[in-house]
């Protein structure tokens, strides 16, 4: 088993930043992809961004790409979402992920394990 927690949320002007951290315990990372997803009040829960087992591979989803980056510190155990430039189309819960394959995939059912997610809140 793998828990995850998320941490970093919160309120934020448009055009600023917040980075949301995911730590990991119960197993090593190290052999999982990593993915952060959002989900918005009624809409679906979307992958945001993707870390293969190895940290070579990256995805992001269009809308974030140039202003979120995902990486990863599989010694420590954790994952980072650093985002600027947020608008507030961004705001969400955001949620880590943990999955077996090593590359990451980009749906929800790529993914075995969750963590409780973290508000993030973009508004002036």
């Known amino acids: 088993q793998v828990q995850l927690v998320e941490s970093g949320g919160g309120l934020v002007q448009p055009g600023g930043s917040l980075r949301l951290s995911c730590a990991a315990s119960?197993?090593?990372?190290?052999?999982?992809?990593m993915g952060w997803f959002r989900q918005a009040p009624g809409k679906e829960r979307d992958l945001v961004a993707g870390?293969?087992?190895?940290?070579?591979?990256?995805y992001y989803a269009e809308p974030v790409k140039g202003r979120f980056t995902i990486s990863r510190d599989n010694a420590k155990n954790t994952v980072v979402l650093q985002m600027n430039s947020l608008k507030p189309e961004d705001a969400a819960v955001y949620y880590c992920?943990?999955?077996?394959?090593?590359?990451?995939?980009?749906?929800?059912?790529?993914?075995?394990?969750w963590g409780q997610g973290t508000q993030v809140t973009v508004s002036s």
């Open positions: 119960g197993r090593t990372i190290s052999s999982y992809s």
């Open positions: 870390i293969s087992a190895s940290g070579v591979l990256t």
């Open positions: 992920a943990a999955g077996r394959g090593r590359d990451a995939g980009t749906r929800s059912y790529d993914y075995n394990y």
